[in-house]
């Protein structure tokens, strides 16, 4: 092995040659295209701009803003126009079910409602009956993944040349859709695609690659609640998306409201976000106690009124209504925001949440704190070149299991679930209805709550336009259940434990593994072993679904018993 491995480093000389560098970076965008739009901020041009046209090192330190911070909603200023071929779509032909905009992984596809927006006629009511339905596609934001082409239930959606998307005025048809004004949330139904995609972005135009997996389901948690979001990122994929300079796909909403977003490391992230949490708790805190100081006794019982408030929009109006009787109290106006309920996530990949970070992600499931955890799972290290990790399932070929991984994948639900969190697992390319659910479910619980979304990845071998095909497929193998456990459900007698995809199997496993070259590649090294691995793989799905369901019985049985010696 020694040997050959000298050996090919010796060969590697004969395949060199010398590249010349050109004199100055080339523009490979089309000449209606420049680095940053003319609509730019002129504190964004000057500086985000100069960056994006490799002009960053003439840049003086003095410009930059202080204490390391950057400017959120950039990433719309910078249109890179990467796709030769670009997406359209036929508002004929189209059903107006959001899916395309739900899955586009890089907020290209945009849906608006409204009347007198020179769209169709809506084909459901609930709007109004003369709301009309309007679909726009930026072609210099398209990667040309066709993940809308392929998923579009009515084939509505194909690919034309990005010259006569841009003859059509198709990118001006999409700037201009972006400044109608948004329908307001609350006449919005948040459990069903075609609604939610009609809520402002706060996530868009990330640099993720083509067809990314993981993007879309950002893009969703973030319409439901990104105007008061906290995110701790772990590093990774979506830290390099989520702030890859020099712009920044999160950004606001037409009440300047956003995610506030920072960056930790793989080993501290959970730490780093709980952290978030109890930071936020003390502002409550320290708040409630100034006010207590500020207003007399009997105005004890409407301060704790304040805070005990459930509805975000009657929140805001506290506090200005706060606001209006401390004039003059700077200590208290800097923390009147707290009475404002934050959305505190902490999301990263497996490689955070099943092998490095995992430490510190049981610590803060066991901390009862009011956190939501989301893992991305592309099941290996995507962003560090595809080695394998607690996540990748019997039989993937990944850096360090070349010929197969010989052990199981570790079933981080199933160990959540006996820390009193929330626990749900979902693929939104499947079924885009339970994957909204859940996330709604896991805000909502007063607690922790961690979410497994299923993630498909360049790594694992295939066209990424297939992405949701293959997730479905996975679900219907059996390798990929989808599932809510509540364990607020169990006070209740009821079953904490809902098998949204069902426990039969609808697909072969086997079949499911030769569509990927992650597994292909592993079965032509060794096809006798691959196929012991499969064989593993079938068994140990059949045991977990079957344990999930026992788990479930046992936790009403238990509450039963309780009853029973409390009677």
Request: hydrophobic share 40%; net charge negative; with cysteine.
């Amino acid at each position: 092995i020694v040997a050959a491995n000298w050996a090919a480093i010796e060969r590697a000389t004969e395949f060199l040659y010398e590249y010349t560098l050109p004199s100055s970076p080339s523009n490979f965008a089309p000449d209606w295209l420049p680095a940053m739009t003319a609509d730019a901020p002129v504190c964004i041009a000057g500086t985000l701009g100069e960056i994006a046209a490799m002009r960053g090192d003439e840049l003086p330190v003095s410009i930059m803003t202080n204490f390391g911070e950057f400017p959120v909603g950039t990433s719309k200023y910078e249109k890179r126009a990467i796709s030769e071929n670009v997406a359209t779509c036929d508002l004929d032909k189209c059903i107006q079910c959001g899916k395309c905009s739900m899955l586009c992984p890089h907020a290209a596809i945009r849906i608006n409602a409204g009347k007198g927006i020179n769209g169709v006629p809506m084909k459901t009511p609930e709007l109004g009956t003369d709301t009309e339905f309007l679909l726009t596609i930026s072609p210099a934001d398209c990667t040309g993944c066709q993940v809308c082409v392929k998923n579009c239930p009515v084939n509505a959606l194909n690919m034309i040349s990005l010259d006569k998307a841009q003859k059509n005025d198709a990118q001006i048809a999409f700037d201009n859709a972006t400044k109608l004004p948004p329908i307001p949330k609350e006449k919005l139904n948040t459990n069903i695609p075609k609604h939610i995609e009609l809520c402002e972005h706060m996530f868009e135009f990330p640099g993720a690659c083509a067809g990314c997996g993981e993007t879309p389901y950002i893009k969703l948690i973030t319409k439901l609640f990104g105007d008061r979001m906290v995110v701790a990122n772990a590093t990774g994929c979506s830290s390099i998306y989520g702030a890859n300079l020099p712009t920044t796909p999160y950004t606001t909403n037409s009440q300047g409201r956003g995610p506030a977003w920072s960056n930790s490391l793989f080993e501290d992230n959970a730490e780093y976000g709980l952290g978030m949490r109890l930071a936020l708790n003390q502002r409550r805190e320290m708040l409630k106690g100034l006010l207590f100081k500020a207003f007399n006794d009997e105005d004890d019982k409407i301060i704790e009124s304040l805070f005990s408030e459930k509805d975000i929009d009657k929140q805001r109006k506290n506090v200005e209504l706060v606001r209006a009787k401390i004039k003059g109290n700077k200590q208290i106006e800097s923390l009147l925001d707290a009475l404002v309920d934050k959305s505190v996530w902490i999301i990263g990949g497996d490689g955070w949440a099943y092998d490095i970070g995992y430490g510190g992600l049981d610590h803060v499931l066991h901390s009862g704190e009011n956190v939501n955890i989301l893992v991305m799972d592309t099941e290996g290290y995507s962003n560090t070149g595809g080695q394998q990790s607690k996540a990748t399932p019997f039989g993937a070929s990944m850096k360090f299991s070349v010929g197969g991984k010989e052990q199981h994948k570790k079933d981080l639900g199933l160990i959540a679930m006996m820390t009193g969190a929330y626990v749900a697992q979902i693929a939104i390319g499947a079924d885009q209805v339970q994957a909204i659910r859940a996330i709604k479910e896991a805000e909502a619980f007063n607690g922790p709550s961690i979410i497994l979304a299923y993630s498909p990845c360049i790594a694992h071998g295939y066209n990424l336009s297939d992405g949701p095909a293959h997730q479905k497929m996975l679900v219907e193998s059996g390798a990929w259940p989808l599932y809510r456990f509540n364990p607020a459900l169990i006070e209740q007698g009821q079953n904490p434990l809902i098998m949204d995809s069902g426990t039969s199997v609808a697909a072969s496993l086997e079949d499911f593994l030769k569509t990927e070259g992650r597994f292909n590649i592993a079965r032509a090294m060794n096809p006798t072993k691959f196929a012991s691995l499969v064989k593993k793989a079938i068994n140990d799905n059949e045991y977990r679904r079957e344990l999930k369901k026992h788990i479930a019985s046992f936790a009403i049985l238990r509450n039963h018993s309780n009853d029973e010696k409390e009677g």
